[in-house]
């Protein structure tokens, strides 16, 4: 359990939230092709758009969020999430989920700036890579638990039971919105505005160029959350032996262990020098598991399960490491006074690396086969490493 105060509230409110997101997921491409009648084609091209359009959306958003109460702000914009997320149920039209789908990735990508922003407000060095850390853990928690229970409805499997699912998605936006409130208004940090000029002032983070170089790294180090969603299941099914629910067994592994392991794997990440060390330790482990997947073609059954599991051991434990090492350089090395602005910068990297990773990662897994995990493997530990000489003068 979380400690009193602050980020108790922030968990439960995180956790009712992504109860939510975990049973909405679960049956999104079902619900949108089975019963709005979409095509597989305009799901991903709808989804596609929506995050290029909303992924600007993070730097005035963070140049908003250093002057104003977030805690009400976040609040504000889960409601209208919540309300457009329960309006999927309406749709009948590739333009009309297109429109809403905007609406609401727009509407989340600032509320996942100002959400960063608030911690950094709540909490100080150390503790603010833990916070993090117990917020992930409980990410986790949440959508595994809403990944359970949406099974309730893919086993009926009829629109009612769907239509179900999706407004009970939004009401969960508007319960964690109420939960929210019970934070404490957080002060807005101070800083000498006359020593800026107000048009530089705006772009403080993005003139920052050894953040900007980080936020870049960082992006292409993400990729690798698109190997468990797009690349395993596609070796898995079409490249090896092993049963098609191997696919489950290794993303339960990988939620569990993310589950438990979170807040212990962020230790001495809240120190910007050890913290780039410890990217580089983690892209050693993504880069072993992606070495050790490559084995599992042309194995046995039984084999090609145990290297997969192998594979994702040492993948999860990359992730925990390199998770908590980019949470401690997102928040050290921003300036305190435009945390806003830099954690607007800093998700620029995840969304970058969410549109250009699942057609890389297919392309290296599909085409390249074996070979390609090895490229992935090369990527990750050259990435990793760069942290270690691009952090190397920074003074705090």
Known sequence: MPERGPLRFMAASTLINTFGNGLFITIEVIFLTRSVGLSAHQVGLGFTIATAISLPISIPAGHLADKLQIRNWVAGSQVIQGIGAACFIFVHSFMAFLLLTILVEAIGTASGTLRMTLITRLSTGEGRVRFRAYLRAVVNLGIGAGTAFAGVALALDTRTAYATIVVINGVTFILAALMFLKLPLSPIPSRDESALNAKVSRAVALRDRRYVSATI????????????????????????????????????????????????????????????????????????????????????????????????????????????????????????????????????????????????????????????????????????????????????
């Open 217 to 396: 790294l960082n992006g292409l180090y993400s990729i690798h959350f698109i190997i468990q969603g797009v690349g395993l299941p596609l070796w898995i099914v079409n490249y090896t032996t092993a049963p098609h629910w191997t696919v489950s067994v290794v993303l339960l592994i990988n939620t569990i262990a993310c589950v438990l392991f979170s807040v212990k794997a962020s230790h001495g990440t809240g120190d910007v020098q050890n913290a780039a060390k410890t990217y580089f330790r983690a892209g050693l482990f993504v880069a072993a598991g992606c070495v050790v997947y490559s084995l599992a073609k042309g194995t046995s059954p039984t084999l090609a399960v145990i290297i997969l599991i192998a594979g994702m051991m040492l993948h999860v434990t990359g992730e925990l490491f390199g998770s908590a090492a980019g949470w401690g350089l997102g928040f050290g090395l921003a300036k305190d006074e435009f945390q806003g602005q830099y954690q607007g910068v800093w998700s620029l990297g995840f969304g970058l690396g969410g549109i250009v990773g699942p057609t890389l990662i297919t392309f290296l897994v599909v085409d390249w086969q074996r070979a390609g995990w090895f490229v992935m493997a090369a990527l990750f530990v050259v990435t990793t490493y760069l942290f270690i000489p691009l952090v190397r003068s920074y003074k705090s």
